[in-house]
């Protein structure tokens, strides 16, 4: 007996094998060709080895029906990994016409026992744009746009997904396509802002704030005014002196300022990070933490490109003996690490 999920319950149904029920009668199965000898063939359940059969003879003659869709959704259960599976049910589902919204229910469903499945989330992320073409919204206003029925529900289960797990890497990804396709990014920023108040060491958050602010443009493209650096690097120095151990709001702004205002580093951040590691309330904790030293020696050696002669060297001697810092008493674990830096900034010189 084939054991299927029932979507309602979470139960299992049993049914008879495949090759008994007459729904089937007229497909010949077709068996997994692994060679003449396979060096280490998997130990599928006869259940899902009958189902697969079934499924490869249904893709081979490209047949398109309501039993072949029913048939993909069993086959996605047991093996949520199976690509080709949810490729051909995308298919089958633009082909039969059948309702986009009934089938986003149907992969909320599952996504309880998948929500870490890469396929699981691609199949989401097509829906949503059958569903919804971003061309039919790019007129309207942002606020519009996030009002609509399509994304607004979107959003909510992506953001009940961060609730229950704020580390997914699927459900951030995911939210970066709905907010890139339909442009929607003026909430976006409020929307990390609450997550990183939640939760200061929040990675993906810090990361989702870069995506936002940037509007997913490259160096090029995105230019950092003054006053948006300077916003950011108040932002980043008050997470800091909240818990300066803590990597994200160091890389949050170092990368910003390397990527999109260089100079900003050295004019800007560099009194920001001194003044704090000079502040009796947080010197002890931030001069003796890695990302502190590690900053200056990311501030240093851009601050160098930009100079010549003596002026360029001294600036590299902060930089390296920054270096020699972290190898050898805040950051030995990456001593190697800090030797090649400094190894690059002497033969810079």
Known sequence: MARVV??????????????????????????????????????????????TDYFRAVMAAGEVSHRAFELSGRVIDANAAHYTAWVYRKKLIIDLGLDISEEL?????????????????HHRGALLVL??????????????????????????????VIEK????????????????SYGIWDQEMAFVETQINEDVRNNSAWNQRYFALTANQSADEFVLSEEFADREIGYAVDKIKLAP???????????????????????????????????????LA????????????????????????????????????????????????????WEYRKQALQAAS
């Open 6 to 51: 029932d979507e309602e319950s979470d139960e299992g149904l049993l049914l008879p094998p495949m090759s008994e029920q007459e729904e089937w009668s007229d497909v010949v199965p077709i068996p997994q060709d692994d060679g003449k000898h396979p060096v280490c063939p998997i130990a599928y359940t006869d259940e899902y080895v009958e189902m």
């Open 105 to 121: 229910s149907w992969v909320t469903e599952i996504s309880r026992r998948h929500i870490k499945n890469y396929q699981l989330w």
């Open 245 to 283: 151990n803590n990597e994200s709001p160091w890389s949050y702004i170092i990368g910003l300022l390397v990527r999109h205002a260089p100079a900003m580093l050295h004019e800007r951040l560099l009194p920001k990070i001194n003044e704090l590691a000079a502040d009796t309330d947080y010197a």
């Open 131 to 160: 569903l919804l073409d971003p061309k039919d919204v790019e007129h309207e206003s942002q606020d519009q746009r996030v009002q609509n029925p399509a994304i607004r529900n979107e959003l909510q289960f992506v953001s009940t």
């Open 286 to 337: 931030v001069s003796n933490t890695p990302f502190y030293w590690s900053a200056l020696v990311d501030i240093y050696e851009e601050r160098a490109k930009a100079l010549e002669g003596k002026e360029r060297s001294d600036v590299e001697a902060f930089a390296i003996e920054a270096c020699d810092l972290l190898a050898k008493r805040y950051d030995p674990v990456r001593a190697k690490y």
């Open 165 to 180: 797990d704020s580390k997914n890497f699927h459900a951030w990804s995911h939210r970066q396509l709905v907010v890139r």
